[in-house]
């Protein structure tokens, strides 16, 4: 008997712990937050204290619809002025933490909200620190293992402070948390040791905190100086003074200043991969003009408490009392306006986040994770790739004819593109391991496309080759062909190709050759082709369209490059900036050799053009020893049989070229090589490059 009794002792014991785990280890999540998290989706956290115990009702409940409003709308409306460009088209989500009937709570449905903001006055809430939180929670606990001594009918509230919240907002997966002001170190704190749990808090639980900074009936110099003892990063809002809750400035010099939201957010995306623990405190200035008679009375109360000697834990109560009796109505009015002007601030810097987070994976981490750029074992390559990456949508209408003006039933494809992209994944699906230098929204097209290059296309990348920008979104093409294939029109959203890096010439050493395409700003394009010139490269350049191709003959780009890869178009246009107006010529070889011959005489010795021209094949242009006019030697095409895309064969026949020149080809048949290639991509579909490129052989130049 004693043996069974010990048996089942030890058996309701694991129960009893493994039921701890169970309720214990997470938070009652609404439904809507979960959605939104477990999406990337931005979410602030709002504490109840201000709700319960903050201001009477219905102001309390009124301001919490209102900030509700305010952090659900921002964000649409920022979409509708980026054009729908950005994913995150729903608004900012509201979480309000609360503990109801020992049940910790991230979000609340609008029946709690009313009942919550009533619990204050009916004596229901009690106010909750971290502290409290085992001890509230304490009633469910029991509840669930049918210990329970007594009941209640009424719905019991524990509001949580800043501390409380932060707690359970991170126990959630919530990274920004929005309050009206923080707790610091009281006046006299060194004799009294009074310094509130909220600086604990953020020394330990990794949440930004967006408040209107520390009252001043508080010791500010103080409370930043514990904030610096316990490492943790404090900056004001585009101040470079610390607010002092009801007024924008304290007379105390902030530790930093946020310029906007992605600088929060990049300052908070490189705290989570330095390994820290601890949150952030972004003190936003209160500019309601409430707030200077309030401000006005505090410094009044703290000259009366100073001239009665009153001193330590006395002083705050003191002055607290002294300011409601002064001040009317405007320590509320003003509370009320900056605590919604913080939901602004909040929405902003959570919307932020949720941009340059991956958004996958992470919820479960509660850390933001930003664009990982593959991990692999970078070696030397032989060739450089410089341009730009781009998610290609190519419609195209199915049908004898395409009619305009109306809508078309069609096919749509979306796939990786970018002149640099392209040629950089021809290369590496043929075996030659480029290195790729581009630049890519922190989003999840941009690390798709990233992951994808790694894993599928052979092409090497490291953190100093790509670019991930926080404040633009990945490039993006959208082409509708028709019906035979051929480009009648696109639009391009390039903005962040502004931003590729180029590299350095010690990263060109070895290299053999440096790949341009002519998406780069022209003074980056004309620093890499120096760069590459003094590395000893050969320096190669895609024009990519005539307006590109025709700004950048205003430089001196040409002196650098040892092939170019104009189409006809382009090749005319360029012509044209130098000098040779061949607009409306017939594109014989003699009008090509006119256009070549002033390319060439710009370019470097033994400089080569290979100049595309469709169906009617490629033209190899280079000056000659013996005659004055450049050299021509035509390549006609095949007649090629199932064409289905126009958008990748120039770019294929590129990387081939040069593929084929790193194993000792000479040009000729590198050319015919290339155009085997390009007759690969010009049959497959769905994606700009075709992905059976390695099935070519070198040995098979005219496959």
Known sequence: MRSTAIRLKTLHRHRWASSQRLHFSSVQVLPEVRDALKSGRPVVALESTIVAHGMPYPQNLELAKDVSQILRGKVRKDNREMDDRSSHCHGVIPATIAVKNGVFKAGLHPDEMEDLAQSGEDGRAIKCSTRDLPLIASSYYRRMHGINTETSEDTRWGATTVAATMRLAHKSGITTFVTGGTGGVHRGGELSLDVSTDLIELSRTPVIVVSAGVKSILDIKRTLEVLET????????????FPAFFSPVSGVKSPATFIDATDVACAWAAARDLGMSNGMLVAVPNNDPAGSSVEAAIQNALTEASKAGIE??????????????????????SNIALVKNNAVVGAEIATAISNISSNSNNVSKNTIQSIELPKQEVTNSRVVCVGGAVIDTVAKPIGSRMLIGTSNPGKIHQSDGGVGRNIAETLG????????YTAVGADEKGRGLLQRLEEECGVKTTPTSINVVNDICTAEYYALNDQSSSL??????????????????????????????????????????????????KVCFEPTSVPKAQALMQSDLLQYITYAFP????????????????TGAEADEKAIQAAASILLSKMRSHARLIITRGERGVMLAMNSEHALAPVIKTYPADVVSGVTSSNGPG?????????????????????????????????????????????????????
């Open 230 to 241: 316990f490492g943790v990063p404090t900056g004001a809002w585009k101040s470079d003074d």
């Open 488 to 537: 009648v029109g696109a639009i391009a959203a390039m903005d962040v190709l502004s931003r590729i890096p180029i590299p350095s010439i010690e990263d060109l050493d070895s290299v053999e050759f440096l790949v341009l395409d002519a998406n780069l700003p022209a003074e980056l394009l004309l620093e890499s082709a120096k760069r590459g010139v003094k590395a000893g490269c």
């Open 312 to 333: 330590g834990r006395d002083v705050t109560p003191f002055i607290l009392k002294n300011v409601a009796e002064n001040t009317g109505g405007d320590s509320l009015r």
């Open 651 to 703: 770019d294929t026949l590129v990387g081939a070229f040069i593929h084929a020149l790193l194993n000792d080809m000479n040009d000729e048949d590198a050319i015919r090589f290339g155009m085997s290639a390009a007759v690969l991509s010009l049959r497959h579909e769905t994606s700009a490059i075709s992905p059976h490129l390695a099935s070519l052989s070198l040995n098979s130049k005219n496959a």
């Open 567 to 582: 189409n006809e178009d382009e090749l005319f246009a360029m012509a044209a900036v130098l000098g040779n107006d061949c």
């Open 429 to 436: 699906r043929l075996g030659s391991a480029p290195m790729l």
